[in-house]
């Protein structure tokens, strides 16, 4: 079966320090999103990409780069992490293909600022 | 472009109530539907999809309804569990994904 790999699993950063996260799937999925989850709260897109080297801006995109090298990884770069910021970092996959397959998501990635 | 709604931030209600999480969507597009729910500290994990055939689907006590004349896909269950308690996410998918703000069901014993 496939899956979604996101690292790191946590990661704790300075303010100001630019931090990458990263996605992995072997679904051969066409689409990748990334989407930040502050506590308690609703899921809110920051990039998506449709294929290797397509970048599509989300609702949250500033102080966010993103980069899709290949077909299979979708990096997520913090130009400059905030003081006291924390938020779960969710990635996403789906057929472009095939609407009816629901998107599936990585496990996420828990990052604290200090 | 395409959007979801989902109008209950939070809905409360005690154990063994019926439950109705309420998702219109807009769409230029006849759009696939679904469900997820997301417990504490877990990714969102897909509850249900819309079938292209009319069929109602169903999945751990819960179903939903397609309903295009009113673009609706109302989540229902007849009687609320406390494992309930989640975050539920409807979804849109024509080209790209769409995401509605969530409702926190929040089940009382």
């Known amino acids: 079966g496939g899956i979604i790999t996101q690292t790191p699993k946590f990661l704790i950063g300075q303010e100001g320090q630019k931090l990458t996260l990263k996605c992995q799937q072997n679904f051969n999925h066409d689409t990748m999103y990334w989407y930040r989850q502050d506590s308690g709260k609703g899921l809110r897109l920051i990039y998506y990409s449709i294929t290797e080297n397509d970048l599509q801006k989300g609702d949250l995109s500033e102080g966010y780069d993103a980069s899709r090298e290949k077909k299979s990884s979708f990096s997520l770069t913090v130009t400059s992490a905030q003081k006291n910021e924390m938020a779960v970092f969710l990635c996403?996959?789906?057929?472009?293909?095939?609407?009816?397959?629901?998107?599936?998501f990585g496990e996420g990635t828990r990052l604290s600022v200090l | 472009g395409d959007s979801v709604t989902q109008t209950e931030g939070l809905v409360t209600l005690t154990e063994g109530l019926p439950v109705m999480l309420n998702c219109t969507y807009q769409?230029?597009?006849?759009?696939?539907l679904f469900w997820y729910v997301q417990h504490l500290n877990e990714a969102p994990k897909l509850l249900l999809k819309?079938?292209?055939?009319?069929k109602r689907p169903e999945h751990q006590g819960f179903h939903a309804t397609l309903h295009k004349s009113s673009s609706s896909f109302h989540l229902q269950k007849s009687s609320a569990q406390l494992s309930d308690s989640a975050l539920y996410y409807c979804?849109?998918?024509?080209?790209?994904?769409?995401f509605g703000t969530g409702t926190r069901l929040q089940v009382l014993p």
């Open positions: 769409s230029t597009y006849s759009p696939f």
């Open positions: 819309s079938f292209t055939d009319n």
């Open positions: 979804a849109s998918n024509t080209n790209k994904v769409v």
């Open positions: 996403a996959s789906s057929s472009r293909q095939d609407n009816n397959q629901a998107p599936l």
